[in-house]
């Protein structure tokens, strides 16, 4: 059995995607296939230093299409064995309509947003090579993130969740609004 129901988790960096998919992972027992892995590991396997991932994605989308990203996660997706899958940083329409319509996926989306400043000070405390330093930094990358259509995900979400408070607090809304997808999810692909 390969996944046929999706559950697309997006949201502009340091929002708190992660966080919201490992509780949701520890609590409800899902696979998932994260787009931003994916990219790092094409970048790895193509030489392309860490500090450049933001850049190397556009590379990608000018030699694949706007769908690429999603087009490279396919074999990850179709090796996964439950009937119901996190894809982890959908970024545009074009990657929403591949996984609906050359996967066949079941797809819902749910967004998770929070404040710029809120963002900005989480991505400055993770420190991964390609987070931003600067508020410049910052404003570019969300540039770069909502030129390749994330906005659009976003305001097109079936459920939004809002996080600007705890983390336990966003874990639970994590757990509850996914468990409540999967049910649905789950229910209708009865016969």
Not at 17 to 36: D, M
Not at 66 to 73: S, T
Request: a positive charge; aromatic letters at 4%; proline letters at 4%.
């Amino acid at each position: 059995m390969t996944c046929s129901m999706g559950i697309a988790i997006v949201g502009m960096p340091g929002s708190g995607k992660t966080t919201c998919i490992n509780a949701a992972l520890e609590s409800l027992g899902i696979e998932r296939v994260s787009l931003g892995d994916v990219v790092r590991e094409e970048a790895k396997k193509r030489g392309v230093p860490m500090e450049r991932l933001n850049e190397f994605a556009n590379d990608l989308r000018r030699e694949l299409g706007p769908a690429a990203v999603a087009i490279l996660a396919r074999r990850k997706i179709e090796e996964l064995r439950g009937p119901a899958c996190i894809i982890d940083g959908v970024r545009s329409l074009h990657e929403v309509d591949y996984f609906r319509n050359e996967l066949g996926l079941e797809l819902v989306i749910v967004a998770i947003h929070s404040s710029p400043r809120t963002r900005f000070e989480r991505l400055r405390r993770r420190g991964r090579p390609d987070d931003p330093r600067t508020w410049e930094e910052f404003v570019a990358r969300d540039r770069r993130e909502l030129s390749w259509g994330i906005g659009s995900v976003i305001a097109l979400a079936d459920h939004m969740i809002v996080n600007e408070g705890g983390v336990e607090e966003l874990r639970r809304a994590c757990v509850e609004v996914i468990g409540s997808v999967l049910r649905a999810l789950q229910s209708s692909s009865r016969p």
